[in-house]
């Protein structure tokens, strides 16, 4: 048996006899325990598998197994439960507890050491997925059905910070972001109420040196007989991938103000360029009135002069009629030069 040890915990002596007989015959090393208190301390030698009774004086069976399955030391060894009642409430009570497995008086020898057979293999067999899921860069959980942990990969303790002495036992919700916590309560127990097998989420947790971390979560439902018995999960941090949506959502909401401003700004040289047109039109209406009316009255005096040069001048009258007249018509030139138009 490869020098397998196997506590047996009963309060009857009776059945404490026939346990440790039936073992040691099988080839097993056995300890033995009659109360609550001894099983917590025989546990500490680390056996191979533990049959537990369920009403045990000082402390009961249940009890004992909570804190075995809290303990980091304890935390891995198999439990069959021998429970004193056979009723479902019994049952479920002994995996709420963390019992791996249950089985029911009278003993019979052939049943006890075959259930024992297949825990110890199952025990080797978690060993071996252990071994990978430990050399995981996920993080990877299970808890109770309250919500305490009983077994974290040593990756989550190199991302939280914690070991797991300081996280066996312990709530997950005491991990969580303070303000996050109530949101994540009511995530879980609406995968209990609705019994959702599966489901994902996206946590904030905290490390032991307060920093924050996002985690997604694929948490299972650990189920017997419709009932829930405990939680499983896998988790990856996307803190990164969270850094980068927020910069770029950053960075969309300066694209976005940086586009308002310039159809703001296109709008206003819009408007600009719509008043400076119709200001350069009223210009422009303003001088050709001023050219027709400058036309008009030098065009009068021009018809003075052409008299004044049909009558009998003297010779200097006629030179000042001509100095008149040119004097008009270059003034007619710079007034169309800059205002446009030419001259008649």
């Known amino acids: 048996m490869d020098n397998k040890i196997i506590m047996v915990a009963d309060s009857d002596p009776s059945d404490l006899k026939f346990l440790k007989t039936c073992f040691v015959s099988a080839g097993y090393q056995v300890l033995q325990a009659s109360n609550g208190n001894q099983a917590f301390e025989q546990a500490m030698q680390l056996p191979d598998l533990i049959i537990l009774n ?7 069976g249940f009890k004992v197994c909570q804190q075995l399955k809290r303990h980091v030391k304890t935390t891995d060894i198999p439990v069959i439960f021998v429970p004193e009642s056979h009723g479902d409430d019994t049952i479920l009570k002994c995996f709420e507890a963390g019992g791996d497995d249950y089985i029911l ?3 019979q020898e052939q049943a006890l050491l075959h259930r024992a057979r297949i825990r110890l293999n199952l025990k080797g067999r978690k060993n071996h997925y252990r071994q990978i899921v430990e050399k995981a860069s996920d993080v990877i959980y299970c808890t109770d059905s309250t919500g305490r942990f009983n077994y974290v990969n040593p990756f989550t303790e190199r991302l939280l910070g914690f070991s797991r002495e300081e996280i066996i036992g312990k709530n997950f919700l005491e991990f969580i972001r303070p303000d996050f916590a109530i949101k994540v309560k009511k995530f879980h127990q609406h995968q209990v109420k609705e019994k959702v097998e599966k489901l994902y989420t996206e946590i904030p947790v905290m490390t032991k040196g307060r920093k924050h971390l996002w985690l997604a979560q694929h948490s299972q439902l650990l189920m017997h007989k419709e009932k829930v018995i405990g939680f499983q ?8 991938t969270r850094r980068l949506e927020k910069d770029l959502r950053s960075i969309a909401n300066e694209l976005e103000m940086t586009n308002r401003q310039l159809i703001q700004a296109n709008d206003n040289a819009s408007e600009m360029a719509a008043k400076a047109e119709f200001a350069n039109m009223a210009g422009n209406e303003l ?13 009068d005096v021009g018809g003075v002069i052409s008299r004044l040069a049909d009558t009998a001048l003297s010779d200097v009258q006629r030179q000042d009629v001509e100095t008149i007249r040119s004097a008009c018509d270059h003034l007619l030139n710079l007034i169309h030069d800059s205002m446009g138009g030419a001259p008649k």
């Open 54 to 60: 369920t009403m045990l004086p000082e402390t009961s």
């Open 287 to 299: 001088l050709d009135s001023l050219r027709v009316k400058f036309d008009t009255y030098l065009g």
């Open 105 to 107: 008086k009278p003993f």
């Open 233 to 240: 999960a896998i988790a990856r941090d996307i803190s990164q």
